[in-house]
């Protein structure tokens, strides 16, 4: 379908992207832009990318620019080459958080070239290594603000995540927002003061580890994400985070509330409406 | 290894671990006890169990009776079954709680044929239909207090668990609810919690079904999980529970202020803090 992709960053949705690109048939050349001499060096060494090329000349020769780094680098970096391309070259980023990218760009003259998008997948893992094969099949994928692109370029868009296996969602951006804040950030939030909590107390950490079932395990994976990437989100997104971490705090007091009250009704009645999640996740 | 086992509850533990031991040819007729004809019913359907009979009907015929209903009815249900055994047979429970149960049996005559265990696997599912081949495997399992018990009766449990593929920690029972409420009972906790704050504040359903990958289903499925196990084994556990609980809400408030505060340094180091569970978990 393309001849040449950039992919911007060399991570694991950019590196786990062009692999799926080039096992489609939809990219024949991938180039790859990077920070880091290292990460791009390693994608190159592991297939993911063909070529390393700095920003100008990659975006130049590319038909489909694919930019997913950090959400506060995204916006300067997207604006840098909105900059440079012309009407027939097509720009998406992979960004968690839309709205701020949605406002820095709207004034862009060649704003309609680009496709604000959220692919729903993600491992708790970064860095080129971190890429696998099959990724992002059978999630959603938010487009958001679709009426503010050019149809060709979003149904373009559209038609490389679906031959990935993804269904689209298209809402505007601040309801992504608003959405991404409950089914994303407020789980790693959540991760990353559980790991901490079980630092911060458990100082046996062989019991830890001898003990930790699957359970402990799956609450805790997500802590393992890198600040580099979710310190931007959170900031980006910080009124709805905020609102959704006030909730969570207010429903964990309930929990103490009924533990310090010896309350068993209260508490299995906290349980059983915690039990309704099973009507939305299979 | 056996002639006749019998399982004392037949659910997600009493289920698989009867699996297993049919597998691993441990037990060449497994009897169910259950309050619950339809669940006793379904196992014999699911060739679980190869009878039903009464609780006292089912120890008598056997040489190995293992207990794993929810912890406040495995106190009652183990004294019960001590005051009918004899020399010969061996006891032992999959109790997620474990000091309580030692206090209530410690003075009973026959209390060394009993064994103190928590294998160290579940999933969020429960009744016979939630039972599973291969279990288990490559899990720990606890033995608590085990000088309480004779020699011999912890060696078969010891077996029978190794042969399922688990590898055996021994601790007393008062450190097992400890390092149990860090990596087990929080995580549910925060499950529950994370499953209300979301019910509660995210009204649109179908956003969530569509838009939760895999990061919001692996923090959020241990909220599926069923009150009747769970809420017992908070009560009987709950100080634990309610340090580490505390502990979690005041780890969660450091994010708030981070975010609040609009301190950047100060919620890179938190994530970067959480970050070292990857220390602990592989």
């Known amino acids: 379908m393309f001849d040449t ?3 911007v960053g060399v991570g694991l949705i950019s590196g786990s992207f062009a692999l799926a690109l080039k096992e489609k048939n939809l990219a024949k050349h991938i180039i790859g832009v990077s920070r880091t001499q290292a990460s791009a060096k390693k994608a190159l060494e592991l297939g993911i990318i ?4 700095p920003l100008n000349e990659a ?3 590319s038909d489909f620019i694919y930019v997913a780094i950090p959400v506060d680098v995204t916006i300067p970096v997207v604006l840098q080459i909105m900059d440079m391309i012309n009407e027939r070259q097509v720009v998406a980023d992979a960004g968690s958080t839309k709205f701020a990218l949605s406002n820095a760009l709207k004034d862009h003259p060649m704003h309609k070239r680009f496709v604000s998008t959220h692919p729903m997948w993600g491992t708790e893992y970064s860095g080129p290594e971190a890429a696998v094969h099959g990724a992002f099949a ?3 994928c938010v487009i958001c603000d679709a009426e503010q692109s050019d149809d060709n370029a979003v149904k373009i868009v559209e038609y490389i995540y679906k031959q990935l296996g993804m269904h689209i969602v298209q809402m505007n951006s601040e ?6 804040a409950y089914v994303s950030h407020i789980s ?3 991760s990353f003061a559980l790991a901490n909590t079980v630092l911060e ?3 046996e950490e062989e019991a830890i580890f001898e003990l930790s079932g699957g359970g402990f395990e799956s609450t805790v994976r997500l802590a393992k994400s890198a600040a580099s990437m979710w310190v931007p989100v959170f900031m980006q997104n910080r009124e709805n985070v905020l609102d959704v971490l006030n909730e969570h705090i207010s429903q964990l007091r309930k929990f103490k509330a009924s533990l310090e009250k010896e309350n068993v009704e209260y508490l299995t009645e906290l349980i059983e409406n915690a039990n309704k999640i099973r009507r939305i996740i299979k």
Do not use: Q, W
């Open 59 to 61: 975006v130049e020769k």
């Open 201 to 203: 107390k458990e100082k």
């Open 5 to 7: 992709v950039t992919i």
């Open 188 to 190: 790693h939030i959540t």
């Open 138 to 140: 059978g999630r959603a």
């Open 175 to 180: 309801s992504h927002d608003i959405h991404a």
């Open 50 to 53: 063909d070529e390393v090329l």
